[in-house]
């Protein structure tokens, strides 16, 4: 490696951490003005014209906040707990290619590109748990602590799901580097029509993954104050809300780039303007801004887990069909090869269906059953 | 060269950190960094899967279990009373010496199976493939021995956990259904 190349890469990480942390910054304005639009409100208006300054204001109240320190907790631990988060949530978004090799003025636009792309950020990803974990524990409180259990033991079961449900994607594809499924989803089309179980299983599993609503019971102010940011204030509290957002930001361009085409727009549009989906940045954005508007659409829509329903779903629903989703895929491609992948796709939605229709079904005969015995 | 020293020295002070650490949440958050450092030695020897499973199945996973263990039981308190087990130093020293004096034999007889060169173009750079290919031909019996005891495993976990049917009671609440209660 040589220098030029070491400080080109240094930069692009820089560049990434601060295109992130201005995206969380701005995001958590939009999440709370489509909140309030969703919930028929205003939401915040007040700071600069539509509310666009008040981010600033939030950042500026963060910095000159108290930072409370409880007096029961773990000093290394406790200061180490949101760097953890942090760190990890920054670092694997570097591993996504945001467009052609060579279009960053010369550059590749991304900051490491790895043969096993997902994997690594599977790994990463799975290591970012230890920041709520350890959070929770070293608060002293056990308010923190049974909230950091409950995400430790959601993110394990999840990883699950989420680890077996691209499983059929890299079967058909038969390489785990992110630009060779970007580019083989250019010339096959996107892999949401062949994986489409696959997709829904990922979907749902980054949802718990990133402790997003209807999975966020870490931080269920209900049952637990605050999870594991009961104990936390200023900066460290932020440097949290920004991990989880990172985490989400990073998830949807995870979702776009392994089953939407990633940073290649779609094939067709090049009839209508020529060189169109090869446009570097805009359809990743474009991508990542639709998926960051489910997390927040979900968000108003849906009423959280319980505790035992999230387990239930993960264990016994989302582990199965994933499954199911990697076998089917493997028989498949194994016992009829040449086949065209459109096929699978077919196959896919008609049981993607049937699961749905009949998951409605045992949930409304598990209700029976639940309001049969309420007194148990 | 610097890159393994410095990997090599944090893996050490994890793994003192892990033994000599008072604290059990200590301990474990040390053989954490020592098997992650160990993950960036795989990746500076081109064993990139290698390193990511490494991480996803111990750091991801093993280590976050015990944790979960290590809390639930309330066994961050240091241990100060005696080794309940008798001269388990003196033992610990003699299997210490055993150990190392094996590893040495090891390391003084090793020869690689083939030239270094050829071997790292088949690995392809530690990608998934040929390392999948070679477990699924070369070592499928060991490969398919250990997911058997894995799944013994699994299922001995369960069976250890389940608990006993609840027997039904003999006065039947007044709201439940007629045979419904038991499923519950």
Known sequence: ?376 | MILFLILALLSLVGGVLTIAASNAIHAVLGLVGTLISLAMLYVTLDAHFLAAVQVIVYAGAVMVLFLFVVMLLNAARPVSSRDPIPYVRELAVIFGVLLAGSLLLVLNGYAPPRSLANAASDLAGGAPGPVGAVLLSKFLLPFEAVSLLLLVAVIGSVALVLRPQVQEDPAPEPAAQPGRGETA
């Open chain 1, 1 to 376: 490696m040589t220098a030029a190349h070491f400080w080109i890469t240094l930069l692009k990480a820089v560049l990434v951490a601060l295109a992130l942390l201005t995206t969380f910054a701005y995001m958590t304005l939009v999440e709370r003005r489509l909140l309030a639009r969703m919930q028929i409100r205003r939401g915040p208006n007040r700071v600069g014209p539509l509310g666009l300054l008040q981010p600033l204001a939030d950042a500026i109240k963060s910095v000159f906040k108290e930072d409370v320190l409880a007096t029961n907790r773990d000093r290394v631990v406790f200061f180490l707990a949101p760097l953890i988060s942090i760190t990890t949530a920054l670092t694997v978004f570097g591993a996504i290619p945001a467009g052609r090799p060579g279009g960053f003025f010369g550059a590749n636009p991304w900051v490491f590109n790895l043969d096993i792309g997902v994997i690594f950020i599977l790994a990463f990803t799975s290591l970012g748990v230890y920041g709520i974990f350890l959070a929770g524990w070293a608060s002293g409180s056990k308010y923190s602590l049974l909230g950091g259990l409950r995400s430790s033991a959601q993110v394990i079961s999840y990883e699950l799901g989420q680890g077996l449900s691209i499983l059929g994607l890299l079967i058909l594809v038969g390489s785990a580097n992110l630009r060779s499924i970007v580019h083989w989803q250019y010339h096959h089309g996107w892999l949401i029509a062949f994986q489409l179980i696959g997709f829904a299983c990922f979907l749902i599993s980054s949802f718990a993954e990133t402790n997003r609503t209807p999975f966020d019971l870490p931080e269920a102010e209900q049952e637990l104050v605050a999870g594991y940011l009961t104990e936390y204030s200023s900066l460290k509290w932020a440097l949290f809300q920004m991990s989880e957002y990172v985490n989400m930001i990073t998830a949807s361009a995870l979702i776009s780039t392994l089953f939407l085409g990633g940073y290649r727009g779609p094939a067709f549009l090049d009839a209508v303007v020529p060189g169109i989906s090869g446009w570097p940045y805009l359809w990743l954005l474009l991508k990542i801004a639709l998926f960051l508007f489910l997390f927040i659409w979900v968000r108003a829509t849906f009423p959280r887990l319980r505790y035992d329903q999230l387990m239930r779903f993960g264990w016994k629903v989302l582990f199965p069909v994933a499954l199911l989703n990697a076998l089917l895929t493997a028989a498949f491609v194994g016992l009829l090869p040449g086949l065209s992948p459109w096929i699978l796709g077919l196959v896919s939605l008609l049981i993607l269906i049937a699961l749905l229709a009949l998951g409605d079904r045992l949930l409304a005969g598990n209700r029976k059953l639940a309001r049969g015995s309420a007194g148990d």
